[in-house]
């Protein structure tokens, strides 16, 4: 049987919502009671799953929950999961920062974690004060920073501003540095969380390819989170799947992306409120696959719809409801709408179909807005955010390099609207 | 099958309270004396009199204590010069002061770098002792250039006792008296922060209480009913010895400062086990 590298046992992790205060000692008090008396505890017994978009009854969430894992040595492991999956709780715990509710993991071998890059630097010292500040802080010894110094130095590309208080760098010179210091320590096991999502295009593929060096060259257990399928794919050879808190999956990492998009029942649906002095309002603006269910991220190449349900409060003639689609800096890529009708009161829906246009990955907005002949009704600039995400293995090349700050190509979708 | 022992480290949810993992605070050595040096070159980067401006506190309030205490409230100082009499108790009291409300305020200070990357949370409160310990030697040096100022210059009757041979001691004892407290401090204001209000307040109070204003015989003098209050506190016969051991004058007893060593002890030993249970958890509430 292989080495194992950490072995993850019963692992759970409550945390309380809400306001610390005079409110919470009662129950603190209670807790205590409970414990000397050898009892359960009985904060924990009523704690909910971790789920953000419902309003729960009790203040007590699992953010992790009975989490059983093993991982080998030398693997790359990806900790894919959406928003509140627990990634970041469980690596949190792993790196020692907090301690876990319930369990244990038992490992072997030195744990370098990496949960933010440049922890510890001050902006006063010169960078080569931060390099063996930041070093003695993730755990090496000076001498050991020492031997090292000249490859930190080259890594991050910094040498002529080695002896410069570190709050002059422009910021891509300090998270590079920090970034090397974490790089070359010497860990079995290396804990990243999503620290490449900052730095240059070049640097982030810097970043990568020493990770990969640490993982595949030199044999060390790597763990990664990272919202990015395409780094995580490239890097990873392991993923473990979160969900609300429990794992759902451990597998080789292709299984791990599939199931992950598959997983995909988060919406981008917000019902807005209206308002007596308009003759039109929205009501409710939802992203949908062809199959009419709500989602929040869509495949690339995969048809979507936008559902806009609104209703009239006085008939109106020449009634136009028109989507406006945006990249993520907020500028326009395409705009669509229905012929001009003449309704009556009553709530309506509408639906435009995404059919020619294929939308590169990346964030996008929706724009809503109903109007009647010149005038606008209601207009609501950033209805929904939805996100369109790498896909399965066909996807071509040139979709997954086009940025969407390049812009879109402007054309009508199919519309079609429907009393309710 | 993979044997239990061949892992070499555990993460469990309940520890046990008298696990101090002192070894891996040795392992983290390195860490103390750069933070120290942190500390201290950050404390005057972009000035122009640097380390002088430690002088300027202590200076001060010695000019404002003379004037006020000395002779407006006209409160005796045992025969001693008022400026050497008030600054002996006030940088004594400084290095107390600022270890106690430093050290109760480190969880919030430093909840960013606890909250991402694990080292031995103890080294925290002891990089401040330590860096606080420049700042009183700086400090101390002031001292006896006042002490030689007034010894050769204005000839002053005071004389230096084979007390001050207890300097370490006193030196070890302020830092751990200061490092407890703020440790017990720090560790009750994780989740309630109540607490924290009390400190700065409490500190200010607390000089009253003890003799840097006023030697321990003057209390006995006009409150003797009430002077066990300060006798009790744990601090006064520390800047007695003090001032017994540099000045001369003072009520110096090996058991009083027995008694202040054992105070120091038992609220250094509570306060490490406190802030170690804490310390696990705290990132969650503060």
């Keep these: ?420 | 099958m993979v044997n239990k022992e061949e892992y070499n480290w555990t993460i469990e949810a309940k520890a046990s309270l008298f696990d101090l993992k002192l070894n891996e605070l040795w392992a983290y050595r390195d860490l103390l004396w750069l933070l120290v040096r942190r500390d201290f070159v950050s404390f005057y980067k972009q000035t122009i009199l640097g380390p002088l401006w430690f002088f300027i506190q202590p200076l001060f309030t010695t000019i404002i204590f003379t004037f006020i205490f000395g002779n407006l409230a006209g409160i005796s100082t045992d025969g001693l010069p008022k400026p050497l009499f008030y600054m002996a108790g006030i940088t004594a009291w400084n290095y107390f002061a600022d270890c106690l409300t430093k050290t109760s305020t480190v969880f919030k200070d430093n909840a960013n770098i606890f909250g991402k990357v694990y080292f031995p949370r103890l080294i925290m409160p002891l990089s401040i002792v330590v860096s606080n310990l420049v700042r009183f030697g700086v400090q101390m040096l002031l001292f006896i250039f006042m002490m030689a100022y007034y010894y050769f210059v204005v000839d002053a009757h005071f004389a230096v006792t084979w007390a001050i041979g207890l300097f370490p001691v006193i030196v070890i004892l302020m830092a751990l008296l200061g490092l407890g407290t703020g440790m017990i401090i720090s560790a009750m204001t994780t989740k309630y922060r109540d607490l924290a209000f009390l400190v700065t307040f409490g500190v200010q109070l607390l000089m009253y209480a003890t003799t840097v204003i006023y030697p321990l015989s003057e209390a006995f003098n006009k409150y003797p009913a009430y002077a066990w209050i300060i006798e009790y506190n744990p601090m006064t016969p520390i800047i007695e010895t003090f001032r017994y051991g540099f000045l001369g004058e003072g009520s110096f007893s090996w058991g009083s400062l027995g008694y202040a060593t054992g105070v120091t002890l038992v609220l250094l030993i509570f306060g490490i086990v406190i802030f170690n249970k804490v310390e696990r958890n705290f990132v969650d509430t503060v």
């Design chain 1, 1 to 420: 049987m292989a080495n194992i590298a950490i072995k993850v046992e019963n692992l759970s992790k409550a945390y309380q919502l809400g306001q610390i205060g005079t409110g919470t000692i009662s129950r603190d008090l209670e807790r205590w009671y409970a414990r000397i008396r050898g009892k359960e505890d009985p904060f924990l017994r009523i704690g909910e799953t971790n789920d953000r978009s419902v309003r729960g009854t009790s203040d007590v969430v699992w953010s992790l929950k009975d989490i059983n894992f093993e991982i080998e040595q030398g693997d790359a492991v990806g900790i894919i999961g959406r928003n509140g999956a627990g990634k970041s709780t469980l690596l949190k715990i792993l790196s020692k920062v907090t301690a876990p509710t319930t369990g244990k993991i038992s490992g072997k071998g030195r744990i370098a974690s990496l949960l933010e890059v440049g922890t510890g630097f001050h902006p006063e010292l010169s960078g080569r004060e931060n390099i063996f500040l930041n070093g003695a802080i993730l755990g090496m010894r000076k001498k050991e920073i020492q031997r090292k110094l000249e490859e930190i130095v080259d890594f991050a590309g910094i040498e002529r501003y080695l002896d410069t208080p570190v709050k002059r760098y422009s910021s891509g010179m300090y998270v590079r540095l920090a970034f090397a210091v974490a790089a070359h320590l010497e860990s079995e096991i290396l804990i990243v969380d999503e620290v490449l999502a900052v730095g240059d295009a070049e640097f982030q593929k810097k970043c990568l390819g020493k990770m990969g060096e640490v993982s595949k060259g030199e044999g060390r257990t790597v763990l990664f989170v990272s919202h990015n399928m395409e780094s995580i794919k490239k890097l990873c050879n392991k993923g473990l799947l979160l969900n609300k808190g429990q794992l759902i999956k451990n597998d080789s990492i292709n299984y791990i992306i599939e199931e992950y998009i598959n997983l995909s029942t988060n919406t981008a649906s917000i019902r807005f409120a209206k308002s007596e002095n308009r003759e039109a309002n929205i009501l409710k603006v939802e992203l949908r696959n062809l199959d009419d269910e709500a989602k929040s991220e869509i495949s690339v190449y995969q048809k979507w719809k936008i559902y806009v349900q609104f209703e009239l409060t006085t008939a109106i003639e020449d009634f136009v409801c028109a989507i406006g689609v945006s990249n993520m800096l907020g500028a326009p890529l395409k705009t669509t709408w229905h012929e001009p009708l003449n309704l009556q009161v009553g709530t309506y829906a509408a639906e435009f179909i995404e059919d020619k246009t294929t939308f590169a990955i990346g964030l996008y907005g929706i724009a809503v807005g109903l109007s009647q002949k010149n005038t606008t009704l209601h207009y609501i600039e950033s209805a929904i955010n939805f996100e369109i995400v790498y896909g399965n293995e066909k996807v071509n090349n040139n979709v997954l390099r086009f940025t969407t700050d390049t812009g879109a190509i402007l054309d009508q979708m199919i519309s079609s609207v429907y009393k309710l």
